[in-house]
């Protein structure tokens, strides 16, 4: 029977819970006086949080591990201002007592609605080798349920099950503005290129539970890893032009922008920097939401808390800011005739 359980994001400080919740990190460390305890970090779609047990851990501490879902009885307390969980027992939990997907934040979109939209796409693409391409790469039916499946990444943009094709289509969309626009972009080398840019990523990354990077996406990273997967497709398509796979790998190699940023080559043809440049946008505006819903400074809730990673705080701009201002102007407006 599965059994609900409060979320992440609904804990309050001081409740006592039972729950079910997914172990992303377990760690026994000593405190100064020399006491072994156990710290985990323990997630769930809506969020993740740390937990402690201080006693009573000897007999279950190598029943479980990561990526692992345990049942735990605790207490919701407060430390250093943030919300951590006091472990009372636990167990690893029994199959039919969860559902998986209440463990992994999933897409908001609909991502069959959004992959048959990337094959009419496809289907659009004038140039017979790329059509080609893009054809093998949508029927490899096990390529496809990763990339199906796969986040955007693990930390930074896209991070929830369906989030590398909610990315990919995202710049997919952009780049054919952009090739409607300005009239010297190769459509289908952009279209092919944004199509094909981080399919790496669907080995790069493990997600069968909790995301992590694999032994192959540390040792060679989703940049090679998609020039491989690329270059296997390209060698089964008889007399597939020399010029246009260079020029498909050089795109790949180079959308990261610098090498700062892990691209061992810069960008050296114009659908390069535009795909560079686009799927750079994606990934921050999607990282940016991310933070502007996820770290609301409490005390201050018109900003967020501070960020690390862009070294700011972001203000939490509403839309109906600016819509209130239209309507006092016309208010104003009014009054004055």
């Known amino acids: 029977m599965v059994e609900e359980y409060p979320k992440i994001d609904e804990l309050q400080i001081g409740s006592t819970i039972l729950g079910f919740y997914l172990v992303d990190k377990k760690q026994v460390l000593q405190t100064k006086a020399g006491n072994d305890y156990v710290k ?49 027992r636990l167990r690893k939990a029994e199959r039919d007592e969860y559902r998986e997907d209440n463990f992994y934040p999933q897409s908001d979109y609909d991502v069959e609605e959004l992959f048959n939209s990337l094959v009419t796409v496809g289907e659009s693409i004038e140039n017979e080798f790329m059509r080609r391409l893009l054809n ?16 955007g990444g693990k930390a930074l943009h896209h991070v929830n099950r ?32 944004a199509i094909f840019h981080d399919i790496g990523k669907v080995d790069e990354l493990t997600y069968e539970r909790s995301f992590d990077y694999s032994d192959e996406g540390r ?52 659908e390069a920097l535009i795909l560079h440049y686009i799927e750079d946008l994606d990934a921050k505006i999607n990282s940016f939401s991310m933070w502007l819903d996820d770290q609301v400074d409490i005390e201050n809730p018109n900003w967020t808390k501070y960020w690390s990673l ?11 800011y600016s819509e209130s201002e239209h309507n006092k102007n016309n208010i104003d407006e009014d009054s004055s005739q």
Request: glycine share 6%; hydrophobic share 45%; with cysteine.
């Open 162 to 193: 369906g989030g590398l094709i909610e990315h990919v289509y995202s710049v997919v969309q952009v780049c054919e503005f952009m090739a409607e626009h300005y009239k010297r972009i190769d459509r289908n080398l952009l279209i092919t290129s």
């Open 40 to 88: 985990l970090y323990l997630m769930d779609k809506t969020g993740k949080i740390p937990a402690v047990m201080w006693d009573n851990f000897v007999d279950v501490i190598d029943t479980f591990g990561k990526d692992d879902i345990i049942k735990v009885q605790a207490q919701v307390q407060s430390h250093q201002n943030k919300p951590q969980l006091r472990l009372f």
């Open 310 to 320: 862009y070294d700011r705080f972001l203000f939490r701009w509403d839309k109906s």
């Open 219 to 270: 040792l060679l990273g989703h940049i090679v890893q998609g020039v491989i997967i690329l270059e296997g497709m390209v060698n089964k398509i008889p007399e597939f032009p020399e010029k246009l796979a260079l020029a498909l790998k050089h795109i790949l190699v180079s959308h990261h922008g610098c090498f700062e940023y892990g691209s061992p080559k810069l960008p050296m043809i114009l």
């Open 136 to 151: 093998m790469l949508f029927e490899d039916e096990e390529l496809m349920s990763k990339f199906k499946r796969a986040p």
